[in-house]
């Protein structure tokens, strides 16, 4: 049974007499347990608010919030929010914010903090909860002591580790991480992606890693979406996200990094992302799209089955598109992709 199933998900803000069109339409799998799915795109694309929807964690402005979410064949969007509270959020999918230092309470010590949602719960005893709370610390690679510290005692790298402990103390079966790296430096960067691996393969745990960073998706999941203005420009397996991009947005952002073995020089993004309260017509990235044709600036893209099971919302990949401009951009697609 697949794990995840998020179809045409919704999730629309109101700010003053405009609504902000945040999460428009995504759909997402994860199909087994101790698979990763990475969320890359520029700030504003969506991914936090994708995330905050999968925890119904809602602001009080929201004009719209719809759609299917499976989880193990059971859909979360009918559940009340109470139901959703006690059977969900912590138990079976749980988040790391970004920010440890802003998640931490600074005038408890670690082990209460981790064992929290156990003694929320009130299903087992607190000496019991801080033993799971000490041994899930050492679990992420701390030292049981650390229980009996404040969070100012603690390092970044640290701080990270007993906020990811925090997540994963009632054993969900997902776990969401919003830029859980990007406040450190390289090295501690490298240990908690190490830790992460560890996670993914024992005991299994499945994972939305979210990240401005592609390099670091590549070297954890198994499937990247490409966010942009609300929607999944293309999503498929890593591998061929990566080496076979089928949307300019991807191939554009590939063309943004730079590479350890090419003397090309990394090359800048065009344009700007657009303002969500008023999405462009047709394709979204087509006013930053150097190879957009007319159908773009009309149409919607749909979103087009790619061999690996994955799509791409690009009218470059639709064959039945005729005329001689058309395949010129096509021609200049092929030749251009990464």
Known sequence: MTLL?????????????????????????IENK??????????????????????????????????????????????????????????KIAMVFQGSMSILNPVLRIGFQV??????GGEVSKREALQRAESLLERVGLPAGIAQRYPHELSGGQKQRVVIATALIMNPDLLILDEPTSAL?????????NLLKDLKEDPGISMIFITHDIGLASDLCDHIAVAYAGQHAEFGSAERVLLDPHHPYTNLLLR??????????PQAMPGQPPDLTRPPAGCRFHPRCP???????????????????????????????SGDRFQAHLRHWAESRV
């Open 34 to 91: 101790g698979e990763a799915v990475g969320i890359v795109g520029e700030s504003g694309s969506g991914k936090t608010s994708m995330a905050t929807a999968l925890m119904r964690m809602l602001p009080r402005n929201v004009a719209r919030f719809d759609g299917s979410i499976l989880l193990d064949g059971q859909e979360l969007t009918i559940l009340s929010d109470d139901d959703f509270r006690r059977q969900i959020r912590w138990k």
């Open 256 to 265: 943004s990094l730079p590479r350890l073995h090419e003397t090309e020089p």
């Open 185 to 193: 430096d390289v090295s501690v960067q490298a240990q908690i992606m």
């Open 115 to 120: 064992a929290e949602p156990l003694l929320a």
């Open 5 to 29: 199933a998020i179809r045409d998900l919704y999730l629309h803000y109101r700010s003053g007499d405009r609504v902000v069109h945040a999460v428009d339409g995504v759909s997402l799998t």
């Open 291 to 321: 190879w957009a044709f007319e159908v773009c600036f009309s149409e919607a893209p749909p979103e087009y089955p790619m061999a690996d099971g994955g799509h791409a919302r690009c009218f470059l990949n639709d064959a039945a598109v």
